[in-house]
Structures are given as structure tokens and as C-alpha cells.
């Protein structure tokens, strides 16, 4: 599709949103995000609709992140709007009255990990590799990463995780808190397909009532001041010369030169 997403409709109201764009290792940009807002606002009227499973199309990634090509030229108010664009989609997979699943095989990087943090829960194969790299580029997490991410496993391993930059496997994952299991690969979607289903035969109205009161006590936390700081922040990073050197090395595929510079 030229969207680049697609919606398959199962059985019990599981449906699969695939982000369709394999040959990128399913990058989004802008024109996705927008369309991927416009999928979930859909889907969050559709009655029929009781979870959503989202992954990425083909074998090897979930979602690899943002479109490097798209965001390098960016000034910083293009720059905080797109930003702000990820986060409404965060937001949505996170408060939305349907059950959210995160299916991980292959690359879940920057935007796409954050994508997985903001559904409900991640359910991963053993090919799984998380990470938030953005640092490697100049620039910090944009779609939430920075408050989700510490959420999850507590700010000091968040820390070190964003600040390192590094790449992880499901099993560390595991051991993180992130997953609950490790799945094969060869069974995975039919797994994820079992969770879904056993979900959605529950009392719907009972499981999303529960979801409501725990995002809940998670938003009196402050969340949303927090949303629009990472988002004033990632936004002053563009223009500078470590986010130029850092996408510029990407795109290049050499090491980054960073001077720190403002």
C-alpha cells in the first residue's frame, strides 16, 4: 500500500496493524505516522475491534526506527512537530480502549522501541534486538522513550541503556522486566495469536476498565509535563553540529566525530 500500513481483521476481534515497509526494516516518517494516527483513531471506534496487535512486516524488524534520510535536514520547530506526531501515536497506542500487544521479531530501535513501550505490553521472538540509539546520532529519544523506557525498568538501567546507546537481546529484555517470555521463532506469531485470542474472550469491558485505572495511577505520575519536555528537548538538538555529524555518519555508514559543541 503507499501508506505503508495494513489491517488484517482475525477472529474474536483481534486484528493485526502491520507497519508495511520492508525494504526500509519498516522506518517510519512523517507521512506514515500520520496515517498510522489516522489507522488507530479508526480502529478505536470500531466496535467489533478488541485488541490490536502491532508488528512490523517481513523477518527482520519490527519497526527500525525513524527515517534518518527524512529527519537529518530538519530544523528544530519541523523537528518538535514531528516529535510531537510520534508521541500522539504513543499516546493513542497507550490509552486507546483496546488491548495493545507489541509483536517484537527482529529490530525494535529508537521510534520503534518506543512504539513498543507505549502498547499495553511486548511480546518477542528470539530474534528480538531492542536498543535506543538516538544518542549515536545527536539527538535523544523523541516518542517517549525517555519517560516509558524508565518506567519500565526504573531511571538508573534506563540511564545507562539511552546514555550507552546500546543494543539488546530478547533474554536481556527478559531479564529487564520488558517481556514476560521468550518465544520461538518458528511459533512465534501463532503464540502471539494465542495471547491475543485468550484476551479478547475475556470480559472486555472488565480487562479495558482495568487498563483505564492503571494508566491512570501511571499519568498521575505527571506524564504529560514530561512529554513536552522531551519533545522541547529532542527538538534543540536539530541544527547543531552533532546532530548533523551524527545522521550525516549514518547515512555515510562510518563512525560519528562528535565535538559536543552547541
Not at 508521541?87 to 486507546?96: A, F, G
Amino acid at each position: 500500500m503507499d501508506d505503508f500500513i495494513r489491517v488484517e481483521h482475525g477472529a474474536f476481534g483481534v486484528s493485526t496493524l502491520f507497519i508495511d515497509r520492508p525494504e526500509a526494516l519498516n522506518a517510519v516518517n512523517r507521512k506514515i505516522l500520520l496515517r498510522l494516527k489516522e489507522v488507530l483513531e479508526e480502529l478505536s471506534q470500531d466496535p467489533k475491534v478488541r485488541v490490536i496487535i502491532l508488528r512490523g512486516a517481513g523477518e527482520k524488524a519490527f519497526i527500525a526506527g525513524a527515517d534518518i534520510k527524512e529527519m537529518m535536514p530538519l530544523d528544530r520547530s519541523d523537528a518538535a512537530y514531528f516529535s510531537r506526531l510520534g508521541h500522539s501515536v504513543c499516546m493513542l497506542l497507550e490509552h486507546i480502549p483496546k488491548v495493545t500487544l507489541a509483536a517484537v521479531q527482529g529490530f525494535a530501535l529508537g521510534g520503534g522501541f518506543e512504539f513498543a513501550l507505549a502498547c499495553d505490553f511486548i511480546l518477542a521472538s528470539e530474534k528480538a534486538v531492542f536498543g535506543l540509539p538516538e544518542v549515536s546520532l545527536g539527538v535523544i529519544p523523541g516518542f517517549g522513550g525517555t519517560i516509558r523506557l524508565a518506567r519500565a525498568v526504573g531511571t538508573a538501567k534506563a540511564k545507562e541503556l539511552i546514555f550507552s546507546g546500546i543494543r539488546f537481546k530478547a533474554q536481556e529484555a527478559k531479564e529487564l522486566g520488558l517481556i514476560r517470555k521468550v518465544y520461538s521463532e518458528a511459533q512465534f506469531f501463532s503464540e502471539v495469536n494465542e495471547v491475543a485470542l485468550k484476551i479478547s474472550k475475556n470480559s472486555f469491558s472488565a480487562v479495558i476498565a482495568a487498563k483505564k485505572l492503571m494508566n491512570e495511577f501511571e499519568e498521575s505520575a505527571g506524564t504529560h509535563p514530561k512529554v513536552d519536555a522531551e519533545i522541547h528537548q529532542f527538538a534543540s538538538l536539530f541544527g547543531k553540529q552533532d546532530q548533523l555529524e551524527g545522521m550525516g555518519a549514518f547515512g555515510e555508514k562510518r563512525e560519528p566525530k562528535f565535538k559536543g559543541l552547541p
